[in-house]
Nanobody, 120 residues
Framework: QVQLQESGPGLVKPSQTVSLTCTVSGGVIYAPHYYWTWIRQPPGKGLEWIGY???????YYTPSLKSRTTISRDTSKNQFTLQLDSVTPEDTATYYCARDPRGMGEYDIWGQGTQVTVSS
């Protein structure tokens, strides 16, 4: 049974870089056809797709965050990571990692989410 677990710093200051890690257990992140995705939900708002990394290690990002976002992976640790640069209070959200089995924006497995608060 595949499970996802996010980890991250919780609180970051404006202009800093936040790095979040999603650890995958019960499966491998280079398995074919899967898209390992980051999604966030700001307080009181809906879900926002950030981007994904596919089984070949190629990443795609939402245009509004593309200039500040890097999604990478470590296959030896079975982890994929979200790096978001130059954060502002508008980046405050619960961040989720999820698995998309077809790249269609439908997620079959979610992590529990990790809160990131951007505040001085």
């Amino acid at each position: 049974q595949v499970q996802l677990q996010e980890s991250g710093p919780g609180l970051v200051k404006p202009s800093q870089t936040v790095s979040l890690t999603c650890t995958v257990s019960g499966g491998v992140i280079y398995a074919p056809h899967y898209y390992w995705t980051w999604i966030r939900q700001p307080p009181g708002k809906g879900l926002e797709w950030i981007g994904y990394i596919n089984e070949g290690g190629k990443s795609y990002y939402t245009p509004s965050l593309k200039s500040r976002t890097t999604i990478s992976r470590d296959t030896s640790k079975n982890q994929f990571t979200l790096q978001l640069d130059s954060v502002t209070p508008e980046d405050t959200a619960t961040y989720y990692c999820a698995r998309d089995p077809r790249g269609m924006g439908e997620y079959d497995i979610w992590g529990q989410g990790t809160q990131v608060t951007v505040s001085s």
